[in-house]
C-alpha cells in the first residue's frame, strides 16, 4: 500500500509541475496568451507592483459571452484570485456584441474601485490593443490577440505608473501613438504653413507695398 501512494503521488506531482511552472501571478486565465507573451506580463506587472503597490491582471477567454453580458459580474469570480487595489484586463474575443452583425469581441478594463480608474486612460489603453488586432496584415489574428493584449497592458501600466509618477522600465513603446503624434505634429506645421502662404504672407505684402 505504501508504494502504491507513493506511486500516485508521483504521478500527481508530475502532472500538477508543469501547470504550477506555468502558473502567473498577473494572468487569471490565458485562452488565447502564448507562454512568451505571460512572460511579458509578468515582467511588467511584477515592476509595477513593485513601485506602485498596484496590481494590473489579465484574463483572456474564449468564451462566447451573450450580448450584453456583465463583464462586472464576471470579473467579481476572479476577485479570490486578485490583490487590492488593482486594475483587470478582460479580452473576450468571441463576445457578442449585436444580434445583427457577427462581428465578435470585447474588452473590459475593470478596476477594484473609482480611484483606481482614475489613474488610467481607458479609451488609450482599449485603443492600444484594438489598434494591433484590427490592422490587416500578413500576421496570424493569434499572433495579433497576443500582441494586443500586451501592447494594452503596457499602456495600462505605462498609464498607472505616469499617475504614480514613477518609471516603467519593461514596458513596451506604442509605435501606434507615436505615429499617430507625428502626424499631428506634421498636419500642425502644415497648416501653419498654409496659413503663412496663402492668409498672412499676401496681407504683409500688401501693407509694404501701401
Partial sequence: MPGIFKTGKAILLAFLLPLLLNASPFVLKDDTLKPEAIELIDKMGNELRKKTTISAYVLTTN????IGFNLVQYAKKHEANMTK????????PNALITEKSEITGRIGIIPSSKSMAELYNYSNVRDAGLDVITVKDKNSLEDKQNIGVIQAYS???????DAKNVEMTTTIPNDTRTI??????????????????YLIRPMVIRKKDD
Avoid: H, K, Q
Fill in 63 to 66: 468564451e462566447a459571452f451573450p
Fill in 85 to 92: 487595489p488593482y486594475v483587470l484586463y478582460i479580452f473576450a
Fill in 155 to 161: 499602456e495600462l501600466a505605462d498609464d498607472i505608473a
Fill in 180 to 197: 499617430i503624434s507625428v502626424l499631428r505634429v506634421i498636419l500642425v506645421i502644415g497648416l501653419v504653413l498654409v496659413t503663412w502662404i
